[in-house]
């Protein structure tokens, strides 16, 4: 995890060098488990092994970002629409208490609480829809979100993101009221592509060699 938030939020740069002794240091660990997490991230393509160099950071492409949102938007489409059908009144309680926690960390511009919030919305969605193999493949698909990427400095995404986020929710929650499955699965699909792009365009820029702090 946070290997691959440091590349994927432009802190490790393509073709850095990333040391397993600099990484456990980091971290507080030995060597041997983080040599084996470099592994994992080589396989995932966040790393590349080359020799008498080690491991170095791959180049991740908006347009790889693209793909990958392309795919989870549709496994979380599938699962937001199951969850409709399935979900019961105690959950639907617990999905409006969570959304207005989002709703008011918005209001008072903290956009570690909307992130927080954000997870919690989607997390009790994919729980409700009772399929446990498309979430194992909607954490996987996440991996390739930093977990705080929109409280990243340098993220050009901040600005309207919360508000983004907010409107998207409140359609999302309604149609999950009202037992628009189909509705649900459009308005979430849209919902994480529309993410998708932001950190799509972000990683444009970075690569592009623009200031992304403005």
């Known amino acids: 995890m946070y290997v691959r938030d440091k590349i994927i939020s432009g802190a490790f740069a393509p073709g850095t060098r990333v040391r397993p002794e600099a990484v456990a240091s980091e971290l507080g660990i030995s060597p041997t488990p983080a040599r084996e997490a470099l592994k994992a991230l080589e396989v995932e393509g966040f790393l590349n092994l080359e020799p008498r160099r080690g491991f170095t950071v791959a180049t991740v492409t908006g347009d790889d970002i693209r793909d990958i949102f392309l795919v989870q938007s549709a496994v979380a489409g599938e699962l937001a629409a199951r969850a409709t059908a399935r979900m019961t009144a105690a959950q639907c309680a617990r999905l409006e208490e969570i959304h207005a926690s989002l709703v008011a960390a918005s209001e008072r511009h903290d956009l570690d609480a909307v ?45 309207d993101w919360p508000v983004t986020t907010v409107n998207d929710h409140t359609e999302i929650l309604a149609k999950i009221g009202g037992r628009d499955a189909q509705g649900v699965r459009a308005a979430t699909l849209e919902h994480v592509q529309r993410a998708g792009e932001q950190l799509a365009r972000h990683i444009d820029a970075r690569l592009n060699g623009e200031d992304c702090s403005v």
């Open 115 to 159: 992130e927080e919030a954000n997870h919690r919305f989607h997390r009790e969605i994919n729980l409700a829809a009772g399929a446990p193999k498309l979430g194992w493949v909607i954490q996987i698909l996440s991996r390739y979100t930093p977990r705080r990427f929109y409280t990243t400095k340098g993220c050009t995404c901040s600005a």
